[in-house]
């Protein structure tokens, strides 16, 4: 899949599934390659993840055929044409609340390369050359613009966000929306799962793709498949790692007659 494909996948009804990569190992694209997913969420936001490293994490996966989302540190238009220029196949800018945040981030990701005063105009909506309309509407195809939506501020004015042109798909951030809401990490709370069907709901009606960054149990995962998203991010590397390493030692603990794990030890790490 490249990123025009998984483009189109969002705006159809198209579920696809992908899961957050943390670690910048040589090792890590082969191995994820065979895990059945389309693409990779690489997160800086919570990550110290360099330039560098990062730039050569997104040409690989690309080369394989997972086209890298990248989450920027902050919804900023100049950092979001950074990691573009380093191969990213789209961007995800936190904790957006308004059309105006978007609208920046629409001219970093969709209308490259043009700046300044000739970027404004093309903002408000003023014509530009023909060639330069057909050369823009082409890369535009091959760049993904998708926004985290994660609080209730951003639900409120999630009408007018979803009208503002250029947008691929939103994204629930689960903690931050739970916190928003005043009921943290209670992700079966009926105020937050309210609050993540009306996203996907409304997002879907806009024709635009409907997501969700989760790490809990498949049932749980699946219900927000239920619930309308079509996009979904499973975990992390680094939880995963950290779940099936703590469950296989348990068991040779087990088996040998060794105590196991100390609970204290066993929370699994969120990213």
Partial sequence: MNASELAAALLQNTPVFGTLIVSPSPRWPEAVRSCGID?????????????APLSWMCQTY?????????????PDPYTATMVLDGGAAGVIAPYVETVEQVRALRGAVKLRPIKGRKLEEA???QPQEAELEHYMRKGAEQRLLIVN???????DALDAILAEPGLDAVLIGPHDLTCSLGVPEQYDHPDFLAACETIFRKARAAGIGAGIHFWGSPEQQARFLALGANLLIHSADISLFQKHLRLELERVKALAGIQGLNPASSKTVVV
């Fill in 39 to 51: 693409f990779v969420f690489i997160d800086t936001e919570h990550i110290a993840l360099d330039r």
């Fill in 62 to 74: 690309a080369a394989l055929g997972l086209p890298p989302l990248v989450r920027i540190p902050s």
């Fill in 123 to 125: 903002l408000k909506g």
């Fill in 149 to 155: 939506i994660e609080s209730v501020p951003a639900i």
